[in-house]
């Protein structure tokens, strides 16, 4: 996948190793993969030829061009992603929310009084309608009960523990393996481009951090979620750091700039989000000067993934879908844009 | 600075750059810069030879020594700094609050109820012990004055260009060029052997980004520091970020290893102060398992620089000296460690 094209004085070595001007120009072309020469790789593989590909491609071209019109140095090409819908699947919910239940069913024994108290007993007896009628004040009961109160290491390890074991309801896959092979692709293309790689997530930033290292590459300092408060106290004389209640961070919608900023402290210059809770991470990327490309994954693949977008309860997309147009955001068809859709089995 | 000594199998190309190993063995000689060969260079030029760089030197060899009992990754190569008197001086006072103070007298113009509004009537005035026995209140109307109800980017210039012009009351010399050259070198070293560098300072997280990278090569992403609120919002069409008054990290003490985990996620294995301020910093770094170095920075050297510890207002530093013996805390000694203190003008 690395492929050392041409080296232009003043470029980074990492600017080189992809080639990215020659498969800007493959993609205006058409080609697809497997039509180009056998000393060219593909750095996107399971993307069609098409309109995302070639701006995908294009972009990254101008942006590593030394000396050209849009280069951006290295430093400054940061590059945010949405993870629930842009990294890994969503539906049927949130996986974080197959988290919180199954939690909440391994320390069951340890809380007797939760056969009796809601939203815990119908949780428990698997009535998810009825958790869901008990509205916000009953999901945060069930967040508190399992992201709050232990240690951050007790958290990290009961997350490694959970997504080394649980499976998706309905496609059986480890929840691991819903992540999307183009989007790996995509962030592994950038990086050898001098890109530095970052979520920007509405899910919790410690639930996240344990597993995206090694599943994206992209290291805990690198992930923006929304966060919870952490207190620093001594234990039997150790120090530890205690997860409380406090809302640090809601990093959905107008929150994502401000995580943004908050833990990067400079603009992205590519944004890719899903839904429209995305909208004004988009927005903030896009307005910033020089080159800059915010795109959409689109969810309109019901065959290999799922459709969905106005409508739907989790990950809605209307608003984004309206606007890509004018503002000039990319959107990425699932269905046209992919050869394939889920990352093979690791 | 970089010398390419040897190429264990299975190490990265940064960890070679440097050569830790033969730098320690060195050290332990007792060696100063200049007797070492011609062949290899000293990557820490102004530190004397003595237990503090012997300790240092020791330490890198150790966690990059490939197959070696405490080698380290290079993902897991976190290292943090606290900034104010570590990084560079904080005499008379932290250099913030001169910010504080130019940035009123730039305002007054636009701000003609200062003349008779406490604190600003004082500080106009130039009586700042006035201010001080205003307390927090007023310092905190200061602050809100200066450092709220504009937007980030506004911030950032005023910042920048605040850091490009004003001058040390007693040195005369620019703030950026009041920074150790000791510690450059030892930033520098630190990355050249994989090592990823973060400030965790109490001052102001958008104080620092804005010359951070420039003066220490350490990027917005990887300072961290004590955080006010930003709120999203459209101004003409244009999406801005507005800073509020809102605490969001009280980066000092206890809220060190708070900030840590919030924007890093991952406990250091190395970490520098030099006030009591940074005593939880180096405590949650030492707790942790494996290699560890923790070290403050000891200003007893009234010549060069400044003496002060246990009585100061500013940096106080007296737990951390009595804890320091029994924790295995380096102790570095800026009179008798380093060979020169301030980084050359540049």
Redesign the interface.
Known sequence: MKNKVFAPEGQTRRDCLIGAAAWAGLAGLGLRPGMASAQATDPLPSWNAGPAKARILAFVAAVTESGGPDYVPP?ER?AVFDNDGTLWAEQPMYFQAFFVMDRIKALAPKHPEWKTKQPFASLLKGDLKAVAAGGEKGLLALLAATHTGMT?EEFERSVSEWIATAKHPTTGRPFTSMVYQPMLELLSYLRGNGF?T?IVSGGG??FM?PWA?KTYGI?????VGS?LG????LRDG??V?IKTAQL?LNDDK??K??GI??????RPIMAFGNSDGDF?ML??TS?GPGPRLSAIIHHDDGTREYAYDRESKVGRLARGLDAAGARGWTVVSMKSDWTQVFAPAR
Do not use: M, N, T
């Open positions: 430093a940061i951050s530095k970052f930033i410690d951090r290292e290291p805990p300092e690198q992930v966060s952490l207190k620093y106290e150790k120090p750091l640090v107008e929150g700039p401000v900023q908050r833990h990067i402290g400079r004004q927005e903030w307005a």
